[in-house]
């Protein structure tokens, strides 16, 4: 089942978080401060205001729709020329199971193809 989070309130809380000033936002988007914070009390707006205002904050759109319940694997370690690198990723259960079956997908390709060429996979 597809759940839609109320935009406005989570609008809200985002750039709360991420510290954005709400009136540098109303002038990106070409709208009064006022008009603005009647958007984020709203809990519905169009798709085009959505996204630009998404595109401005730095979020994707798709984070006003959830399948289900969210998962989150988080700490992440990857080392870099640069240092370590930390990732948070945040997926829902509908694209962990797509991603999971994807995978399975191209695990029967790869031992069709080696099977063609007379090899084994080692696992």
Known sequence: MLFMKKIGQELDRIITDKGIIKKNVAEK????PTYFSRLLKSDSMDCQMLENICNII???PAIFFEDGPSISIGGANASSILGDANAQINITQGEAQALREL???KERTIQILLEKTGQKRDK
């Open 29 to 32: 988007l070409g709208i009064t």
């Open 58 to 60: 730095g979020v994707s």
């Open 103 to 105: 995978l399975a997908e």
